[in-house]
């Protein structure tokens, strides 16, 4: 079966067993009888009140820009698009204290998924299954100035990832290129840990796309379990709207994962600053020609379904 027909048969085979069943006007997402409810796979929320909900040690509210991002302006943004469910991303400024992720995810309950961050060092399984009762479904990872073939060295890791397999929790690395081997090698010793990585592994953050960093990432899709966000576009090559630099990228994920496990995301707030909007990054796919209403709709809600909510 040649590459093409195998993703066009993964798109339909998913599509009949994980959405509903086609009307005459194609799928459903799309109709124009029904709105579309799209999800957004990585956004970020804060709050300015930060007595309520202290800095980590460290921050201070200086570092905090834009000042204020809560559910309600992200709503002002992402609605007029058909963005009707989001995934919370914990704010590295919280650190591990995750009360505002998981207060808002109560708060708008059905609207948010979430991903977590635990100290790998202190209970990651204990505190990684305390936010699973609320719903958390993820773990962000990251190397922090660790070596790159080692940063995921450590008991605390690996029970993380055991973790991952057993109670269906992604690991979500925020990484760069030279990070990707290792993450392929961990994927390797837990093949059923879910894996999400954010922001295309950063390929292309420097400006310049580049065939052999593109290779590093579909490496990851003989692992089973990989996904991949594509997002982050304010970020990525020539990081200017309409972002159609970042196709050819889109494809090549396209063909190595397949629409299955690959998932559309904004990364606000950050899409939404510096002269960046919000509607031309959902737009690069709900646009795509290449891209069939099935793909569209696994893209742009069903993937990020399936592992987050």
Known sequence: MSLFNRRDFMATSCLSTALPVATSLGNPL??????????????????????????AEGYKKSDINPVSFTPEQLFAHCRPTGVTRIVLIQMSFYRFDNSYMLDMMKKFSGVFGGVGIVDE?????????????????????????????????????????QAGAKHGLAMCPLINVEHLPS????????????????????????????????????????HRNVSVKISAYYALGKKQA?????????????????????MWASDGPFQVVKGHEYAPSIDLI????????????????????????
């Not at 399984?125 to 922090?144: D, E, S, T, Y």
């Open 30 to 55: 799309f109709a124009e009888s029904k709105p579309p409810q799209f999800v957004d796979a990585h956004v970020h929320v804060w709050t300015p009140d930060t007595q309520r909900y202290p800095l």
């Open 121 to 161: 060092n202190n209970q990651p399984v204990r505190n990684m299954l305390k936010q699973a009762r609320h719903g958390v479904r993820g773990f962000r990872i990251q190397p922090k100035g660790r070596p790159a073939n080692q940063w995921l060295n450590g008991d605390g890791m690996q029970a993380m990832w």
């Open 183 to 222: 993450v392929g090698a961990m994927c390797k010793q837990h093949p059923d840990t879910p894996v999400v990585i954010d922001h295309f592994g950063r390929v292309g953050i420097d400006g310049e796309i580049r065939k052999a960093d593109l290779d590093q990432l579909c490496a990851l899709a003989k």
């Open 242 to 262: 309409p972002y159609k630099d970042l196709l050819p990228m889109i494809k090549r994920c396209l063909d190595a994962f397949g629409p299955e496990r690959l």
């Open 286 to 309: 709900k646009q795509a020609d290449f891209l069939s209403v099935g793909d569209k709709d696994l893209l742009l809600r069903g993937t990020a379904e399936r592992v987050f909510f």
